[in-house]
Every structure is written in C-alpha cells, then in structure tokens.
C-alpha cells in the first residue's frame, strides 16, 4: 500500500496553493497577456499522456508557459473487472501543482463533481465512481476515508473556468441549450457553494452541458465576452472537433489524443487553433 498520510498531505497542499492561485478571481482563472497556456482534454487516468503532456510543458525551464487539467479520474481498465488507478494520475497532478503552483492549474469536471457528489455514473455497465471508491480504499486500506476527504476537498478547489487576454474561454464543458436560460453568471464571479454544484446548479449545468447550438454559443459570446471557447466532455474519436466555427472540443485519454498549446501575447483566430493541435502520438 502507498503511504496514505503523504497523499494527505499532497492533496491538502495543492488545494491551498488552487484556492491561492494568483490568478484566480471568483472562480475563474484570468490568464496574463505573455507565455502560452496548454489547455488539455479529458484524460480518464491516461498516465502515458500525462507523462508526454509534462515532458512538452518542461515547465522547470519555461516559466510563462501554463498548463491546464480536467477531468482526470474515471479510467478504462484494461482487464475487465480490473481496478480503477486514475486516482494514482490525480495524486500525480496535484504533486505537479506542489512542485509549480504558479503554472498548473485545474477546472472542474462533471466525472470529478459526481465523484464528490456521490452520484453514480455508469459506463460499460461499471458504476465507475464506485469502482474509483474501491480503488482508493485497495491502496490505502484503513485509512482510505481519510485519504478520499482529502482527495475530494481537492477536488473542490477546482475552478470553473479559465479566461486568456486575446478573448479565449477554456473550460470542461459548457451550459446545454436548455440550462442556458437559467445560468447564473454571477457563478463565474464567486467561490464555488454547495447549491452551485448540485443538481440545477449553474456550475453543474457548466459541467455537464453537450450539443451547443450556434445560437447557444453566440448567446454565451456575447455572456462572457470572448471568442472562442476551447472545452472537453464530449468524446472525439479523432483527438478534436470543431462546432460551428467558434468551439473547439479535445480528447486526451486516447491514443489519438491531442492537446493545444495557445500562445497569450498575440490576436486568436480559429484556423490559427486548430494547426496548433498537437497529438501525443508526436511527443517523445
């Protein structure tokens, strides 16, 4: 079993240096005008991707550079019936967060808010958020409720969202056609609440949003002000997808997973995007 007081200790850590984040306002991070920022997409414990992701980053030698993380848990195994280690990759990230807590930065997911929720997800006819549960508590044994209140407190601390200079809005998802009438805003502008990330709650509705319109994204345009929105949620066979010319939709927990390193300090048009979606496969 691996030592579950560090992992204690590292999940308290890194939620203090998130809700510390100088770049934070509310609960959006606020990206400044120089560097670039690697927004990823989902990752489902993909640890081979998360280690290409780190070695591009290089963030010990490049310190403008920031890197973005969302939806980390809830893998695939292997095996049927096998366990489920994405709780090893988000102990992984929240030590990257320890180690450079000025540059790497986390959004809350809708995998991650169930977790936390308690509320049952299902997938291959799994109940994955129990199956993570299980996981938890085969590593750490005894002190697996401990070490899951810290990895959940963890969680909590994650952002909604992520805001750049030239006008780009990154998040895991965004409201669905029908939640958009009945988004508050003033979510994006407050510490997350308990009413916030329940059911009918403006951050669950963030989260958990799929098939936006064009009207939908013109409407949170002109909400949020900026131009493009680059998101994950939605799976993508292919690495990425583009909607109506103005989202850009990421997968990074596959092998032909992607991610998009978007330069600050210089206007952002969409062609401009999508050639800078880089595979993992090309990352030694």
Not at 84 to 111: G, I, M, R, T
Not at 175 to 203: E, I, K, M, W
Not at 235 to 240: A, C, D, L, M
Request: charged share 20%; net charge negative.
């Amino acid at each position: 079993m691996n030592d579950a007081g560090q992992a204690i200790a590292m999940y308290q850590e890194a939620a203090e240096h998130n809700r510390q984040d100088p770049l934070l306002s509310g609960s959006v991070l606020n990206f400044p005008p120089y560097g670039q920022v690697v927004m990823t997409g989902d990752l489902h414990g993909h640890r081979r991707n998360f280690t290409k992701l780190q070695r591009f980053c290089d963030l010990e030698h490049l310190g403008a550079r920031h890197v973005v993380l969302h939806e980390l848990i809830h893998e695939e195994p292997v095996l049927l019936n096998g366990p489920d280690l994405s709780h090893q990759l988000l102990l992984d990230a929240a030590k990257w967060k320890c180690e450079f807590p000025d540059q790497v930065h986390f959004l809350l997911s809708n995998h991650e808010l169930a977790q936390i929720l308690n509320n049952e997800i299902t997938k291959n006819g799994r109940v994955v958020t129990k199956d993570f549960e299980n996981s938890v508590f085969a590593e750490h044994g005894s002190r697996g409720d401990e070490v899951l209140s810290a990895l959940y407190d963890f969680i909590r601390s994650f952002p909604l969202a992520g805001r750049t200079r030239n006008r780009v809005w990154l998040s895991h998802s965004l409201p669905a056609p029908r939640d958009l009438p009945y988004f508050d805003n003033g979510v994006l502008t407050r510490s997350l609440t308990q009413s916030d990330l329940d059911d009918c709650g403006s951050a669950h509705m963030m989260v958990w949003g799929r098939y936006h319109t064009d009207g939908v994204l013109a409407s949170l345009r002109e909400l949020l002000d900026v131009d493009y929105f680059i998101c994950g949620h939605q799976p993508q066979e292919t690495g990425y997808d583009v909607l109506h010319s103005r989202m850009i939709i990421l997968a990074s927990d596959h092998n032909h997973g992607v991610f998009l390193p978007i330069d600050l300090n210089k206007p952002v048009e969409l062609d401009a995007l999508v050639h800078n979606i880089r595979p993992f496969a090309a990352i030694e």
